[in-house]
């Protein structure tokens, strides 16, 4: 039944957004849908931030409770906030990742490798092979890879877990070929919901992510991080907001189900209407917002005008506060109760909401990084304002009221990159620009140590306050895949704990 509800709702999605494949037999025969490269494409793309099912898990109550995003909500609070342990939340991504995107995209590439009709849907099927088990590695650590997605196909249905290393070494060589694959005469790319198949923005994407890869990997391997990042500027990466990778959803009804969820809408934003007792910002967001004089403060967070109380200091009558709930705590032990806190604006609440995967405003921070390292030519301190800057604008996209160009430079004059605090600025900024995209927050942070996080000091934390650094295996793993599954274990630790470190983590 779920599976027949997925294919009718990518059916009306391509009839909503023009595609012209002949549909009519589509709807005869849906599961012919699997067989077709670009419809396996835009199912793919849907999944990725219209899963409501990990989104909510993964990104928001874990990735987004560790790095401290988020804080006060019920499940946020006692798992992300606390580092307690639930199956169900810490195995989401892993099960939907390998069921509905890894498959699909091991699919595509299957299926045209070799055709000369279809160059360029094979080098867009490589850049979403990576962007999607990119994520599940630096969540989990060693995984399934270079045989996951070929139990139809090639009978392989205990794949054995790639060393990180070694997956990471795939991605540079699949980014690369990708790059130089696309080509004006390389064939269509049908059922693209994030470019439309413009193959110019999907050469800038695959040397983007490459960039960030690269930059994944430099404290383990910085002479090999050095190469990459130079070898993706010098291919072209992102120039302009006009070339974030961004998913845009459709006014798609939320099932009350996540696991059933119709994937067209946004999952996050599902997550977020849907999350117990309430949405709101960590004190750390909106404290390193407010004390800066950032503009994206109110951007983000909705205000909360007070008549007469005491909170955080003496305030005037109807004076406008901005207030986080402090991580560890839920939102109705913070003095004064959720009114007296600041909650997430509604814009980014809607079916509608685009998630944002890659920005212009990300790759000028990691190339401000870049060039601080002295591993590519330019100024750090541009890089970094580029990239700054870049962050405020691209929360147009959500349906923000636009910052005026004169609070943006009074803000990047006031805040410019300071020598001696150049790693802890611009991770920082990394993360206020992850705002929404947790999971890459929380890698930047294992990667970096930056933003510094408020210390959780809560008793009944089951790791003593201590942040995980990846989240765990799925304990039905030891019964499908013993072999390669107790292998894996014997190199990320010896045990299924979500305290060992993931490869590039030096930190």
């Not at 957004?17 to 025969?29: H, I, M, P, S, Y």
Request: charged share 20%; with cysteine; glycine share 8%.
């Amino acid at each position: 039944m779920k599976f027949k509800q997925i294919i009718i709702a990518i059916l009306t999605l391509f009839t909503a957004v023009g595609c012209t494949e002949n549909f009519d037999a589509l709807e005869k025969d849906p599961v012919a849908l699997t067989a077709n490269p670009a419809g396996q494409l835009t199912f793919t793309q849907l999944c990725m931030s219209g899963d409501g099912f990990y989104q909510w898990r993964t990104n928001l109550i874990y990735s987004g409770g560790f790095v401290q995003h988020y804080a006060g909500a019920w499940n946020v609070t006692e798992f992300g906030s606390k580092f307690k342990k639930d199956d169900g939340y810490a195995t989401a991504l892993w099960r939907n990742g390998y069921q509905n995107e890894l498959k699909n995209v091991v699919d595509i590439l299957e299926k045209t490798t070799g055709d000369p009709k279809a160059v360029n849907m094979n080098a867009v099927g490589k850049i979403m092979k990576v962007m999607v088990a990119q994520r599940m590695t630096d969540i989990y650590g060693d995984i399934p890879y270079s045989e996951a997605g070929l139990g139809f196909s090639k009978a392989i249905v205990t794949p054995k877990y790639d060393k990180q290393e070694d997956i990471y070494a795939s991605f540079f060589k699949d980014l690369e070929e990708a790059q130089n694959q696309l080509n004006p005469g390389g064939g269509t790319v049908k059922g693209d919901l994030f470019y439309n198949g413009d193959i110019a923005k999907w050469k800038k994407l695959a040397n983007t992510l490459r960039l960030r890869l690269g930059m994944r990997i430099s404290e383990v391997k910085p002479a090999e991080a050095e190469k990459q990042v130079k070898a993706a500027l010098q291919a072209g990466v992102f120039e302009s907001n006009a070339d974030n990778c961004i998913m845009k959803h459709l006014d798609a009804t939320f099932n009350d189900d996540p696991a059933s969820i119709d994937f067209r809408g946004n999952g996050l934003a599902y997550a977020l209407n849907g999350n117990e007792n309430g949405d709101h910002f960590s004190t750390l967001v909106i404290n390193y917002l407010r004390d800066n004089g950032d503009p994206r403060l109110t951007m983000y967070a909705t205000p909360k005008t007070t008549s007469s109380i005491t909170y955080g200091g003496a305030i005037q009558p109807g004076e406008i506060l901005y207030e986080g709930v402090k991580p560890g705590l839920f939102q109705w032990e913070v003095p004064m109760g959720a009114s007296s806190t600041s909650g997430i604006q509604s814009y980014f609440k809607k079916k509608t909401t685009p998630f944002l995967h890659v920005s212009y405003s990300e790759t000028q921070l990691l190339l401000a990084e870049a060039a601080f390292r002295g591993w590519v030519s330019g100024s750090a301190a541009d890089y970094y304002k580029k990239g700054v800057e870049a962050g405020i604008k691209q929360l147009e996209i959500y349906g923000a009221e636009a910052a005026s160009q004169a609070n943006i430079n009074t803000y990047l004059n006031a805040k410019p990159l300071i020598a001696g605090q150049e790693k802890e600025q611009i991770a920082t900024q990394l993360w206020i620009t992850y705002i929404f995209n947790s999971i890459e927050a929380y890698s930047n942070w294992r990667r970096t140590g930056f933003p510094k996080l408020v210390p959780i000091t809560n008793p009944d934390s089951e790791t003593g306050g201590i942040t995980p650094t990846r989240l765990y295996y799925p304990n039905d793993e030891m019964q499908k895949n013993e072999k390669n599954y107790l292998e894996a274990l014997s190199r990320m630790g010896g045990k299924n704990d979500w305290l060992n470190k993931v490869w590039w983590d030096a930190n």
